[in-house]
């Protein structure tokens, strides 16, 4: 197709209907090479290209430290490749694969569990689930807010270690007998904080109650005597338990319960 200006024309007289018709002609040509290339590839135009790659969130195949920011993402309907490292045989349960990757992935300090979105690269799980809360929308909104919900982390997160140091001892009696009694002095504690509050922060969800259920979960199944009258306590479980798309998560074959630790703890995997 050619178009042409006829006649005299002042400078620029003519110049938008002949790109008008050129833009036409283009459009046209170009229709019908890239849509002969279409069909015949069999290729769909897809509103997924361009868009950024999947999330992953790298650990083994126990629930463990990275169940907290599974959960978080599963909350926030966000679809994320979650990739599981099996244990080796003993004596050291070599997590197959890990070895690999912790050299090839690009972290500044390789460790599980580890999160990559695009150019955000990272490991350890606290400064994961502060990451994904900041950009979720469940992170304090004032300095005041953001200095007690700290708190609240570091205190979910002595309650989640203190279950993983117990696991570690190879005096598996003695071992219990100090988590129990830790369990004695901490739980009223945190019995107290709920009865007044319906997440950690107050009545706004944040990514410290993440952290949180996780390790009053932990701790209900290693020690379910120490919930027995902790009514709110249970309540708060139930509450996230029931949190939309976690509901359905939770039901579903996506969702490891057990085992909670590594295969070498006297609890939490066999």
Known sequence: MVTQCHGKRAAGTCLQPCHTYIMIAYTYL???????????????PSINSGMAPTPVVGYTTARGLAQSI???LVYKGVHFEDKRYEFGPAPTYEKLGWAADSASLGFTFPNLPYYIDGDVRLTQS???????GKKHGLDARSDQEAAELWLME?????LLWALVVTA??????EARKSQEKRLADSLPRWQ??????????????????????????????FAPDAFANR???????RRFEQLPNLKEYFASDKYVKWPIMAPYMFWGHK
């Open 126 to 132: 606290l400064a994961i689930l502060r990451y994904l």
């Open 231 to 237: 009514p709110e306590l249970l309540d708060y479980l």
């Open 168 to 173: 570690m001892n190879p005096n598996a009696t």
């Open 192 to 221: 107290e904080l709920l009865k007044k509050r319906r997440w950690a922060l107050g009545n706004t969800l944040t990514y410290v109650d993440f952290l949180l259920y996780e390790a009053l979960d932990w701790n209900r199944q």
């Open 154 to 158: 570091q205190q979910a997160n002595d």
């Open 30 to 44: 170009r229709f019908l090479f890239l849509g002969s290339r279409m069909q015949s590839a069999h290729i769909e």
């Open 70 to 72: 599974r959960n978080l």
